[in-house]
């Protein structure tokens, strides 16, 4: 992961965390934000995905990439938004305890008849300056790692039924190095991607592929203000942030949707246990 000077001469990461649409300016001379792609009719056709985390940003961007290759979507957060795609079923949930994840996976087993895909996106990055209080460790790991696991349990029967199935888990870059304020949420997200490295050995056998998307920064709404306040614990700014992308640009959730769409098709038959990094060249 590239390293940042600060302007107190020492060393920090550069974060895997959101950014807002100002990232758009931070290109080099010739480069453009995300260029959209045409996806492949029928890619999806008659596939069934569960997208947790879907209402907004990464998630919104991969429930619609799979819509639009023909897939019937649900997608689930606490609550919906503007964003959510409107040709998908929505199911308000709280995945954090077992008994809502198990009630989320019922609820789209009802809607879909079946499941095919599962994404597990859902997840959340607060900052913390100092000690991190144990209700916050607690917090982190239960969505940022805990759920996926529980839906994930909760769709095995439904997983296993299904012709080849698979199941896609959204990581971090800050799980590799974690900044001080960011260490329950890096901590959450390097078990996820062990524990999916391990998932997917043992699912193999038995039809279901399992996959990680790790992140760098990505253009959503409302990352800004974290990634300033950590920038600057760090005696740096998002600027610097910006433009330690080797490929010029923050990502932007279609970055993220086209990589997900390839780890979900039959392209991607022979991929399980790998962890494909979405950043830019971070």
């Known amino acids: 992961m590239p390293i940042l000077a600060s302007n107190s001469g020492s060393r ?12 758009r ?24 995905a ?19 290759g023909g897939a019937t979507v649900v997608t689930s957060a606490r609550s919906s938004h503007d964003e959510t795609p409107k040709n ?8 954090r305890t077992d008994d809502g994840a198990r009630q989320l996976v019922h609820a789209a087993h009802e809607a879909l ?11 959340a990055a607060r900052a913390h300056f100092g000690q ?27 997983l296993q039924e299904a012709d080849r199935a698979t199941v896609i888990n959204i990581s971090s870059g800050v799980a590799a190095n974690p900044p001080a304020p960011l260490l329950h949420y890096g901590a959450a997200k390097a ?28 253009a959503t709404p409302g990352g800004t203000e974290l990634l300033q306040s950590v920038m600057e614990a760090m005696g740096a700014g998002v600027e ?33 246990g790998a962890d494909l990094h979405i950043n830019g060249g971070a």
Do not use: C
């Open 113 to 123: 008849g079946g499941l095919d895909i599962l994404v597990n996106n859902a997840g």
């Open 191 to 218: 078990a996820l991607a062990s524990w999916s490295k391990g998932l997917a050995a043992q699912l193999a056998p038995v039809g279901v592929r399992v996959n990680v998307v790790t992140l760098g920064m990505v």
């Open 50 to 68: 569960l997208v947790t985390g879907g209402s907004r940003g990464v998630g919104a961007a991969i429930a619609q990439r799979l819509i639009d």
């Open 88 to 95: 998908s079923t929505f199911i308000s949930a709280d995945i």
């Open 240 to 272: 610097q942030a910006y433009s330690a992308i080797p490929l010029g640009r923050v990502g932007a959730p279609q970055d993220v949707a086209e990589a997900v769409a390839f780890l979900a098709s039959d392209r991607a038959q022979w991929i399980a």
């Open 132 to 158: 991190i209080p144990d209700a916050e460790w607690e917090d982190s790991l239960a969505i940022n790692f805990l759920s996926a696991v529980r839906v994930t349990n909760a769709a095995l029967p439904a």
């Open 12 to 23: 920090m990461p550069v974060l895997g965390i959101a950014a807002d649409q100002r990232g």
């Open 25 to 48: 300016h931070h290109v080099r001379e010739g480069k453009t934000m995300y260029i959209p792609t045409t996806s492949i009719p029928g890619e999806f056709a008659g596939r069934r």
